[in-house]
């Protein structure tokens, strides 16, 4: 049972808007900055949002972040074949004095 | 750019420790909080710990008593030790470069280290 919730799967199709979103507690989400990675099997875990919504370079704008009271969003625009991967949100819980992750969100572009 | 590999025998039996090693290419290994974090079979990510600055280590409370992050900065090497491994340790480890506010850029590609007789 992961700290940070996360829907298991979200689907949409070519071209559309898809959001993802990270549920956490006052300890984490609530005090602490949010990332976002995209995570392909085989491969490292890509880092698409930090600081709640800056973008590292070379992350396109077809990808944003939000961050309201205790909860995160992870929003795709644009859709693409090549965006289906696991998304895993990101933060720091001070009750814990660990990071800690979300479960991950599997994105099927239809 | 920044790389990092890790390296480290991909079976252990229980109770032994576990043993990795991350190599830092293109880049000094000086500042930054270099992490360890770990994905079981089938499950999500989890925070192992990190080692910055001088040496210091801070790690997650459910594996303190097994775990020890020590660095290189001769060789641009940061490692792992995870002590008393039961199949439950069994995961993915990757080694990451991490900033103070909890996000991590760039990843290892990781290794599978299964542990069992």
């Known amino acids: 049972q992961s700290v940070l919730t996360q829907p298991p799967s979200v689907s949409a199709a070519p071209g559309q808007k898809v959001t993802i979103s990270c549920s956490g507690s006052?300890?984490?989400?609530?005090?602490?900055?949010v990332s976002w990675y995209r995570h392909l099997p085989g491969t490292g875990p890509q880092l698409l949002i930090f600081?709640?919504?800056k973008r590292p370079s070379g992350i396109p704008d077809r990808f944003s972040g939000s961050k309201s009271g205790t909860s995160a969003t992870l929003g795709i625009t644009g859709l693409q074949t090549g965006d289906e991967a696991d998304y895993y949100c990101g933060a720091w819980d001070s009750s814990l004095s660990a990071g800690v992750f979300g479960g991950g969100t599997k994105l099927t572009v239809l | 750019q920044v790389q990092l590999q890790e390296s480290g025998p991909g079976l252990v039996k229980p109770s032994e420790t576990l043993s990795l090693t991350c190599t830092v290419s293109g880049g000094s290994i000086s500042g930054y909080y270099w992490s360890w974090i770990r994905q079981p079979p089938g499950k999500g990510l989890e925070w192992i710990g990190y080692?910055?600055?001088?040496?210091?280590?801070n790690y997650n409370p459910s594996l303190e008593s097994r775990v020890t992050i020590s660095q290189d900065t001769s060789k641009r090497q940061f490692s792992l030790r995870l002590s008393s491994v039961t199949a439950a340790d069994t995961a993915v480890y990757f080694c990451?470069?991490?900033?103070?506010?909890?996000?991590?850029?760039?990843w290892g590609q990781g290794t599978l280290v299964t542990v069992s007789s």
């Open positions: 600081d709640n919504n």
């Open positions: 080692i910055y600055k001088s040496g210091t280590t």
């Open positions: 990451a470069r991490g900033e103070w506010s909890f996000w991590f850029n760039p």
């Open positions: 006052s300890s984490n989400i609530g005090n602490s900055y």
